[in-house]
């Protein structure tokens, strides 16, 4: 099984998060800001034998917690990536059109994706091997096998407190790049970080 290195994060205020400036020329209004839930962010180690270090991820929810998007923030080895909220549900139709119990390639996950970046599929597949989503195919290297209840894991995704969080509606894969801590009267418990997994 593939290491990861999880963690929650929590806090007992909203946060409101902003990203880079847009230009708004013809002075049209602004939209809403998007309220997620983030749920936990980790890393993972990333899967192919030509790929060194690892990578960055978020598990998001939206407002009323009834969906689950993973966004891949971060790549510590090199290597374009698309940073757009991936919603689950995309992820399981992928896995879903494979033959039952047979193992598949990372390009599987492709069509989950908007952006075309030939690592996207690769990363995804690295993230759910972190989150005990995927293992490697025994006696295939470069493929993969559901390892554990998705179902489950979505219910217990979703029962953690994480942190509500907005984001600007602009920019569809935005990451955050700035939080203010905003009083509310939403509290959570600390959990301690994942351990590392061998």
């Not at 998001?60 to 993973?70: G, P, S, V």
Request: glycine content about 8%.
């Amino acid at each position: 099984m593939s290491q990861s290195n999880k963690s929650i994060p929590v806090t007992t205020d909203i946060v409101t998060t902003t990203t880079a400036p847009v230009e708004q020329g013809d002075h049209t209004p602004a939209p809403e800001p998007l309220t997620l839930w983030l749920l936990r962010s980790g890393t993972a180690k990333k899967v192919s034998k030509y790929g060194d270090g690892s990578i960055s991820y978020q598990v998001l929810a939206d407002a009323d917690r009834t969906t689950i998007y993973i966004t891949i923030t971060g790549n510590n080895g090199g290597g374009y990536f698309s940073r757009e909220r991936v919603p689950f549900d995309a992820i399981e139709a992928c896995v879903k059109k494979c033959e039952p119990e047979r193992p598949f390639p990372s390009k599987t996950l492709q069509s989950a994706f908007v952006g075309r970046s030939a690592n996207n599929a690769g990363f995804m597949v690295a993230v759910l091997r972190a989150e005990d989503l995927l293992c490697p195919a025994p006696g295939r290297e470069t493929q993969h096998a559901v390892t554990s209840d998705w179902t489950a894991w979505k219910k217990s995704a979703l029962a953690e407190p994480g942190t509500l969080i907005q984001i600007d509606a602009r920019e569809a894969g935005a990451t955050p790049v700035d939080t203010v801590a905003v009083e509310s009267e939403h509290k959570t418990t600390q959990k301690p970080p994942g351990k590392k997994k061998t």
